[in-house]
């Protein structure tokens, strides 16, 4: 450019000069720059600031790496935090509760700031079913709207439906996993299906439980080649 001669006013005075570009991956990060040698500068010079240079390219980068990350790791925590459902966060090498947002807190009765005291797998009542899904996220990578019997902190039990996707964060493996409570509703298809198979007044079976059950029966006893006799009486 016309206008890079000289110096600009009031700069000191330049016997020699030396620069050398800061580079990563193609992509300048700064420079090194060097000047008023009591010699001049040599081609060992220049070799020995390009590894300098080298050096000091990785860090820059790595820093502008971690404030990334760290800038990642806030705007996903605000995310989450104001999400209308339970979320947790685990890591998939030893099931620990890595976050988990406020109603996740609330809904499995974690102490705040305690969560990662927490195993995910000590919440769900029937552990074989826990192993089941952490394989099936293991090799297909998530879950979809699994109902699972779950379990609080304080040995409260609720149904919910989870999914949960296997992602990277923070340069580790983990789960997200959502929950959605449907214990009222479980609770309401149980009373539902109370009415159709008892009696309101007197608590007996009614037709409908004798015909589902005698089906049950019958197919059980054809699954294994056995006969069957049916007694009907009054």
């Known amino acids: 450019h016309s ?64 404030e990334e990350l760290r800038t990642n790791e806030e705007q996903f925590r605000s995310m989450v935090e104001a999400a209308p459902f339970p979320l947790l966060i685990t890591d998939l090498s030893n099931h ?18 305690t969560f990662t005291e927490v195993s995910v797998n000590a919440c769900y009542v029937d552990h074989q079913q826990y192993e089941d899904h ?25 149904w919910g439906i989870v999914s949960a996707v296997k992602v990277h964060w923070l340069d580790r493996e983990v789960v997200m996993t959502v929950i959605n409570d449907i214990t009222v509703r479980k609770q309401m298809e149980d009373d539902l299906k109370a009415l159709a198979t008892r009696d309101y007044l007197t608590g007996l079976w009614k037709r409908r439980y004798f015909m589902e059950g005698g089906e049950q029966e019958y197919n059980r006893y054809l699954g294994h080649n056995r006969h069957c006799r049916i007694i009907i009486f009054n």
């Open 3 to 66: 206008a890079s001669t000289g110096l600009p006013a009031g700069h000191i005075p330049l016997k020699n000069f030396l620069s050398v570009p800061v580079m990563f991956s193609g992509k300048l990060l700064g420079q090194i720059a060097l000047a008023n040698s009591s010699h001049d500068y040599s081609e060992e010079d220049i070799a020995m600031i390009k590894k300098l240079g080298e050096l000091y390219a990785i860090v820059l980068h790595n820093r502008h790496h971690e």
């Open 96 to 113: 620990n509760v890595l976050y988990a947002n406020p109603r996740a807190t609330e809904l499995l009765d974690i102490e705040s700031g």
């Open 134 to 158: 952490l394989e099936e996220i293991s090799h297909s990578g998530s879950i979809r709207e699994k109902e699972v019997k779950l379990r609080s902190i304080h040995g409260r039990d609720f």
